[in-house]
């Protein structure tokens, strides 16, 4: 039992001196493309500790060849067999994509990990890709569900095909048309025998994509309009807006762009609109988190940490032995990078309040640490994003001095969310908005808004081009909701039909509200995963193949050779 702890101590020795301390931006915080800066920080860190590194690196040798072999097997199978308890182990790495919710049910015997696909877009389904693969080979997936098919998805007419080269150059081909899944490519590639399910009702499915079809016909005259009144509120903003609007409308426009770090673009809004920005829960936990970094010490956590160790390991209780093969797959799986710094850093703080509590206080930054973690992981990114925009349009409220202002604001809102609501890019909490202010989002708000303002603007304020169209397009959404039902009840069907304890679910980002509900409410463990993609999605292909065109075989046969 000596040589346990002897052994347990080098290793998370070596992984508090080798591995990262701060929670990675990808896994910590949330920001879409919008831009943290905390690669500088985290350099300049890495700097300062390289000559205490490599001073401590003939400790880390101490481990043999064979030890680290069987300590890292030992800790897949933990891992494997851990992650239904503890869902934050569950760790992706930033440049493929990020944890952006998760929910922990009590005594949850399955766990649910919904993945955002984003339609039509290459770099976002390789990355979903390597994310199911990351959970296969880590967490045991043994069942992924796709949206866009019913019942057995079979690609062995493919993935049987002899030559793996072939194989990865067809499928490439067919991921970059838009023709091939994330999910589907990966089986070709890989992965054979993952079983992949489709999880739509085929009726309720082809009713949304005729209606799709249909806001495609008459898409095109809307969007002119749109386009020609967020134009008109545009070119008026000089004359109705003050200064401070203005300077807030600009530095909107920089982060929407990811010209702005969102942190700094928080710090401007609270500035600007501390009282409103109070009744914003998770704008308040960023706040909190950034403040706690900024008094956070690299180098004292690694510092403390090894103190606490070698308080710790002679307090633990020698004969439970599962607290110390926990700690030590722990420790290894963080080196590796195949759990997050939350659930290495939160056991180990565990641990330390059941044997040495007494002792805590003579640590500071190791539990100034432990409060940054805990926060940063009840941070909800989702609504972190919709409060800023709330807070956006509340701060323009607040700093508006007239009706005319006031008006003027919610009709720069209410155009943009027309335009996605036509072009059917539109969120959940916008559509939501849309449903709350539908009495201001017609031809006559925006006609007597800028006729009131600039007279004539050139504008066809023919009420056929949008209000004729709005019930349609409740209508569309209506189906989608259905269809949220059929694929969370054709999922939870197949789950437990299969038995199946870790589950991919792969839809649209749209879908996910209705899909945590379902899962929340059945009693199931989830994560939502955002795949990482630095570029959009290429709407016109997608609404082009939803409209039941394919590119020529000729084409991608010429593509594939020109590669």
Same mark, same amino acid.
């Given at each position: 039992?000596?040589?346990?702890?002897?052994?347990?101590?080098?290793?998370?020795?070596?992984?508090?001196?080798?591995?990262?301390?701060?929670?990675?931006?990808?896994?910590? *915080?949330?920001?879409?493309?919008?831009?943290?800066?905390?690669?500088?920080?985290?350099?300049?860190?890495?700097?300062?500790?390289?000559?205490?590194?490599?001073?401590?690196?003939?400790?880390?040798?101490?481990?043999?060849?064979?030890?680290?072999?069987?300590?890292?097997?030992?800790?897949?199978?933990?891992?494997?067999?851990?992650?239904?308890?503890?869902?934050?182990?569950?760790?992706?790495?930033?440049?493929?994509?990020?944890?952006?919710?998760?929910?922990? =049910?009590?005594?949850?015997?399955?766990?649910?990990?919904?993945?955002?696909?984003?339609?039509?877009?290459?770099?976002?389904?390789?990355?979903?890709?390597?994310?199911?693969?990351?959970?296969?080979?880590?967490?045991?997936? @043994?069942?992924?569900?796709?949206?866009?098919?019913?019942?057995?998805?079979?690609?062995?007419?493919?993935?049987?095909?002899?030559?793996? %080269?072939?194989?990865?150059?067809?499928?490439?081909?067919?991921? @970059?048309?838009?023709?091939?899944?994330?999910?589907?490519?990966?089986?070709?590639?890989?992965?054979?025998? +993952?079983?992949?399910?489709?999880?739509? @009702?085929?009726?309720?499915?082809? %009713?949304?994509?005729?209606?799709?079809?249909?806001?495609?016909?008459?898409?095109?005259?809307?969007?002119?309009?749109?386009?020609?009144?967020?134009?008109?509120? @545009?070119?008026?903003?000089?004359?109705?807006?003050?200064?401070?609007?203005?300077?807030?409308?600009?530095?909107? =426009?920089?982060?929407?762009? *990811?010209?702005?770090?969102?942190?700094?673009?928080?710090?401007?809004?609270?500035?600007?609109?501390?009282?409103?920005?109070?009744?914003?829960?998770?704008?308040?936990?960023?706040?909190?988190?950034?403040?706690?970094?900024?008094? &956070?010490? %690299?180098?004292?956590?690694?510092?403390?940490? %090894?103190?606490?160790?070698?308080?710790?390991?002679?307090?633990?209780?020698?004969?439970?032995?599962?607290? &110390?093969?926990?700690?030590?797959?722990?420790?290894?799986?963080?080196?590796?990078?195949? &759990?997050?710094?939350?659930?290495?850093?939160?056991?180990?703080?565990?641990?330390?309040?059941?044997?040495?509590?007494?002792?805590?206080?003579?640590?500071? =930054?190791?539990?100034?640490?432990?409060?940054?973690?805990?926060?940063?992981?009840?941070?909800?990114?989702?609504?972190?994003?919709?409060?800023?925009?709330?807070?956006?349009?509340?701060?323009?409220?607040?700093?508006?001095?007239?009706?005319?202002?006031?008006?003027?604001?919610?009709?720069?809102?209410?155009?943009?969310?027309?335009?996605?609501?036509?072009?059917?890019?539109?969120?959940?909490?916008?559509?939501?908005?849309?449903?709350?202010?539908?009495?201001?989002?017609?031809?006559?708000?925006?006609?007597?808004?800028?006729?009131?303002?600039?007279?004539?603007?050139?504008?066809?304020?023919?009420?056929?081009?949008?209000?004729?169209?709005? =019930?349609?397009?409740?209508?569309?959404?209506?189906?989608?909701?259905?269809?949220?039902?059929? +694929?969370?009840?054709?999922?939870?069907?197949?789950?437990?039909?299969?038995?199946?304890?870790?589950?991919?679910?792969?839809?649209?980002?749209?879908?996910?509200?209705?899909?945590?509900?379902a899962l929340k409410e059945s009693g199931y463990s989830y994560i939502v995963i955002?795949?990482? *993609?630095?570029?959009?999605?290429?709407?016109?292909?997608?609404?082009?193949? +939803?409209?039941?065109?394919?590119?020529?075989?000729?084409?991608?046969?010429?593509?594939?050779?020109?590669?």
């Amino acid at each position: 039992m000596v040589r346990v702890f002897k052994l347990c101590g080098i290793l998370i020795l070596t992984i508090l001196v080798a591995g990262p301390v701060y929670s990675e931006p990808g896994n910590r *915080s949330v920001f879409k493309d919008k831009k943290v800066d905390y690669k500088t920080i985290s350099d300049k860190q890495e700097k300062e500790l390289q000559g205490k590194k490599d001073a401590l690196k003939g400790k880390a040798g101490a481990v043999s060849a064979v030890s680290q072999s069987a300590s890292k097997q030992e800790a897949r199978v933990f891992l494997k067999q851990n992650s239904l308890k503890d869902i934050s182990s569950i760790y992706i790495p930033e440049d493929i994509g990020k944890v952006v919710e998760a929910y922990e =049910a009590p005594n949850a015997k399955r766990l649910v990990v919904h993945i955002q696909d984003l339609h039509c877009n290459p770099e976002a389904a390789f990355n979903l890709a390597n994310i199911l693969e990351i959970l296969v080979k880590d967490y045991g997936l @043994n069942l992924v569900c796709s949206e866009g098919a019913e019942g057995q998805v079979d690609t062995s007419s493919v993935s049987g095909f002899p030559d793996p %080269q072939t194989r990865e150059k067809v499928a490439k081909l067919f991921v @970059n048309s838009g023709e091939l899944t994330g999910e589907e490519y990966l089986s070709i590639t890989r992965y054979p025998k +993952l079983p992949i399910w489709g999880i739509e @009702n085929k009726d309720i499915y082809f %009713q949304n994509i005729d209606e799709f079809n249909k806001i495609m016909a008459f898409n095109p005259d809307s969007m002119v309009f749109i386009d020609k009144v967020k134009d008109a509120l @545009n070119n008026l903003k000089p004359k109705v807006y003050s200064k401070k609007i203005l300077g807030l409308d600009k530095k909107y =426009a920089e982060y929407e762009k *990811s010209e702005t770090d969102s942190s700094d673009y928080i710090d401007y809004l609270v500035k600007l609109n501390p009282l409103g920005a109070g009744k914003y829960k998770n704008i308040g936990i960023f706040m909190e988190t950034m403040q706690l970094e900024k008094e &956070i010490s %690299q180098e004292k956590i690694i510092d403390e940490s %090894q103190a606490l160790l070698a308080k710790l390991q002679p307090a633990m209780d020698p004969g439970n032995k599962s607290e &110390i093969d926990a700690l030590t797959a722990k420790a290894v799986l963080f080196k590796d990078k195949k &759990i997050s710094p939350y659930s290495f850093y939160s056991y180990l703080d565990e641990l330390s309040n059941k044997y040495i509590k007494d002792q805590l206080s003579s640590y500071p =930054a190791f539990r100034k640490y432990i409060n940054y973690l805990n926060k940063v992981n009840s941070l909800d990114s989702v609504a972190l994003f919709q409060e800023i925009d709330d807070l956006t349009y509340d701060t323009k409220d607040f700093l508006s001095d007239s009706t005319a202002q006031k008006n003027f604001i919610k009709a720069n809102r209410n155009i943009k969310t027309l335009g996605d609501l036509f072009n059917i890019t539109v969120s959940n909490e916008q559509y939501n908005y849309y449903l709350k202010n539908k009495d201001t989002c017609n031809v006559n708000f925006f006609k007597s808004t800028v006729t009131g303002l600039s007279g004539d603007s050139g504008i066809d304020y023919n009420p056929s081009l949008i209000d004729n169209h709005l =019930a349609e397009l409740e209508h569309f959404y209506d189906i989608a909701y259905k269809r949220d039902i059929a +694929l969370s009840g054709n999922a939870l069907k197949k789950i437990e039909d299969a038995n199946s304890k870790v589950t991919a679910i792969v839809t649209g980002g749209f879908h996910t509200q209705g899909i945590t509900k379902a899962l929340k409410e059945s009693g199931y463990s989830y994560i939502v995963i955002s795949p990482y *993609s630095k570029t959009p999605i290429d709407e016109e292909n997608y609404r082009f193949l +939803l409209s039941g065109k394919r590119k020529p075989i000729e084409d991608l046969i010429q593509q594939m050779n020109e590669k």
